[in-house]
């Protein structure tokens, strides 16, 4: 059994953010996750459907890995990434770092891991590693998902090279401080308007505050597009909910991270920017809420009132990006 000492193995809600929290704490450098959210720039929506898809695709961050290495950027650190389509190679690639005494991150499909509760592929889902034995990879995830889990290395082996949307050939990474590290309280502000400007000039309808808006129109008619709705819309609201897709966590993990700006800095900007994501987190669970219940119940009368709260959050969401680019 190989282990690497003094990691702490805390879980927390969001994927990426859990294990760069693992992989940085360990570096020396404790940052709440609302701060590595942030920080990262993590904030952003796309409303994806088409012919091919069995449901539509809502998200509520940038796509997977983008806040690592907008936060590795941000920070200076130095991102160490492997990538091969080789089994042999890719086990090299995550046990070497291991051995050497440094957890590892690594993106792959959740599908394949044996304590993952919800047998759904997802190929941009990120945990850190921090040991293994002759039989198991020992790993952090979430909070949801149990924090310090363990799970076969075959299984493991499979989740690192699943192909498919999202997906990243057997990625693994390490993070490494700078020799003399800048203030991170010096980056936020930066970081907080390169969010806010992605986010308002996202270039196609699907995305940002357009997205929303997109979403707004499409959500009404989800009773017709499901499949089988009431699977697939309570599965969509507590993916929104608990999962992010959506938006309902990652408003509130904005949400929480402006609220420690305003704890940094006195702004008045960053005030109303807190106060108006608070209000679309809290809109974002109803949105969740009443699409659970359309799902259950069969009446589009729920989906038709999350249209409007859904045509509402796209207008505080740009009023308050529109206050946060201007910081």
Same mark, same amino acid.
């Given at each position: 059994?190989?282990?690497?000492?003094?990691?702490?193995?805390?879980?927390?809600?969001?994927?990426?953010?859990?294990?760069?929290?693992?992989?940085?704490?360990?570096?020396?450098?404790?940052?709440?996750?609302?701060?590595?959210?942030?920080?990262?720039?993590?904030?952003?929506?796309?409303?994806?459907?088409?012919?091919?898809?069995?449901?539509?695709?809502?998200?509520?961050?940038?796509?997977?890995?983008?806040?690592?290495?907008?936060?590795?950027?941000?920070?200076?650190?130095?991102?160490?990434?492997?990538?091969?389509?080789?089994?042999?190679?890719?086990?090299?690639?995550?046990?070497?770092?291991?051995?050497?005494?440094?957890?590892?991150?690594?993106?792959?499909?959740?599908?394949?891991?044996?304590?993952?509760?919800?047998?759904?592929?997802?190929?941009?889902?990120?945990?850190?590693?921090?040991?293994?034995?002759?039989?198991?990879?020992?790993?952090?995830?979430?909070?949801?998902?149990?924090?310090?889990?363990?799970?076969?290395?075959?299984?493991?082996?499979?989740?690192?090279?699943?192909?498919?949307?999202?997906?990243?050939?057997?990625?693994?990474?390490?993070?490494?401080?700078?020799?003399?590290?800048?203030?991170?309280?010096?980056?936020?502000?930066?970081?907080?308007?390169?969010?806010?400007?992605?986010?308002?000039?996202?270039?196609?309808?699907?995305?940002?505050?357009?997205?929303?808006?997109?979403?707004?129109?499409?959500?009404? #008619?989800?009773? @017709?597009?499901?499949?089988?709705? *009431?699977?697939? =819309?309570?599965?969509?609201? !507590? $993916?929104?909910?608990? +999962? %992010?897709? #959506?938006?309902? @966590?990652?408003?509130?993990?904005? *949400?929480?991270? =402006?609220?420690?700006?305003? !704890? $940094?800095?006195?702004? +008045? %900007?960053?005030?109303?920017?807190?106060?108006?994501?608070?209000?679309?987190?809290? =809109?974002?669970?109803?949105?969740?809420?009443?699409?659970?219940?359309?799902?259950?119940?069969?009446?589009?009368?729920?989906?038709?009132?999350?249209?409007?709260?859904?045509?509402?959050?796209?207008?505080?969401?740009?009023?308050?990006?529109?206050?946060?680019?201007?910081?």
């Amino acid at each position: 059994m190989t282990i690497v000492k003094d990691v702490e193995a805390r879980g927390t809600h969001h994927c990426e953010t859990t294990a760069l929290g693992v992989l940085l704490r360990h570096e020396g450098l404790d940052l709440s996750e609302p701060m590595l959210f942030g920080l990262g720039s993590g904030l952003s929506f796309v409303y994806w459907d088409g012919k091919n898809m069995a449901f539509p695709f809502l998200g509520g961050r940038v796509r997977p890995f983008d806040l690592t290495r907008n936060l590795a950027a941000r920070l200076g650190l130095t991102l160490t990434v492997k990538e091969t389509t080789s089994p042999r190679r890719a086990w090299e690639n995550v046990a070497a770092p291991i051995d050497a005494g440094r957890p590892v991150g690594l993106q792959l499909d959740c599908y394949h891991l044996d304590y993952f509760r919800s047998r759904t592929h997802f190929g941009g889902h990120v945990v850190a590693m921090y040991g293994y034995d002759e039989h198991d990879a020992y790993l952090v995830d979430t909070e949801q998902q149990g924090g310090a889990v363990r799970t076969g290395l075959a299984g493991l082996a499979l989740a690192r090279a699943e192909r498919g949307p999202m997906t990243a050939r057997n990625r693994s990474f390490t993070v490494t401080l700078p020799a003399r590290p800048s203030s991170w309280q010096d980056r936020i502000i930066p970081a907080v308007r390169d969010c806010a400007d992605a986010f308002l000039a996202a270039p196609i309808a699907n995305l940002g505050h357009r997205g929303i808006e997109k979403a707004g129109r499409q959500v009404p #008619g989800w009773l @017709l597009r499901a499949g089988d709705p *009431r699977r697939d =819309l309570p599965r969509a609201a !507590l $993916l929104m909910e608990k +999962g %992010g897709t #959506g938006g309902a @966590l990652f408003r509130a993990l904005y *949400r929480d991270f =402006l609220d420690e700006c305003t !704890l $940094l800095f006195d702004d +008045g %900007g960053l005030r109303t920017g807190h106060r108006l994501y608070a209000e679309a987190a809290a =809109l974002w669970t109803d949105v969740s809420a009443l699409i659970a219940k359309a799902g259950e119940s069969g009446d589009a009368g729920y989906l038709q009132r999350a249209g409007a709260v859904l045509h509402d959050l796209s207008r505080v969401e740009k009023d308050a990006m529109r206050v946060l680019r201007r910081l």
